[in-house]
C-alpha cells in the first residue's frame, strides 16, 4: 500500500512563508498526482495544488501567486512552499497521492494524516 507523511506545519506571522514536505512510501505501481488539501476548521477540505509526474499543476484561485507546489518524482516527494501566508491559510494541511498499487488496479486516493499550519495576524 501506500503511506504518506508530511511534515512542515507550525505557527507563522501573517505574510510569512512556511514549506510543507509529504513523502510517499510503500508497495505501489506508479503515482501519477501527488497535491495538497487542506481543511479549515467548520470547513470542507478544499483542494490546494496538486501536480502530475509530468508537472502539470492545478491551484486553488485563493492560493495562486502565492503558493508553489513541486515533486520530485524519483523520490515520491511532493512539497509547499507558501509564501504571503494570511489568517485565512489557517488550516489542517493534508497530503494527498493518487496513484495505482498494481498495473492492473484502478488508480486510489491515499490520504496523510495532516499538518496544522496557523498564521497569526
Known amino acids: 500500500q501506500v503511506q504518506l507523511v508530511e511534515s512542515g506545519g507550525g505557527l507563522v506571522q501573517a505574510g510569512g512563508s512556511l514549506s510543507l514536505s509529504c513523502a510517499a512510501s510503500?508497495?505501489?505501481?506508479?503515482?501519477?498526482?501527488m497535491g495538497w488539501y487542506r481543511q479549515a476548521p467548520g470547513k470542507q477540505r478544499e483542494l490546494v495544488a496538486t501536480?502530475?509526474?509530468?508537472?502539470?499543476?492545478n491551484y486553488a484561485d485563493s492560493v495562486k501567486g502565492r503558493f508553489t507546489v513541486s515533486r520530485d518524482n524519483t523520490k515520491n516527494l511532493v512539497y509547499l512552499q507558501m509564501n504571503s501566508l494570511k489568517p485565512e491559510d489557517t488550516a489542517v494541511y493534508y497530503c494527498?497521492?493518487?496513484?495505482?498499487?498494481?498495473?492492473?488496479?484502478?488508480?486510489?486516493?491515499?490520504w496523510g494524516k495532516g499538518t496544522l499550519v496557523t498564521v497569526s495576524s
Open positions: 501536480i502530475t509526474r509530468g508537472a502539470n499543476t
Open positions: 510503500g508497495s505501489f505501481f506508479s503515482i501519477n498526482r
Open positions: 494527498n497521492a493518487v496513484g495505482v498499487i498494481r498495473a492492473t488496479d484502478a488508480a486510489m486516493n491515499f
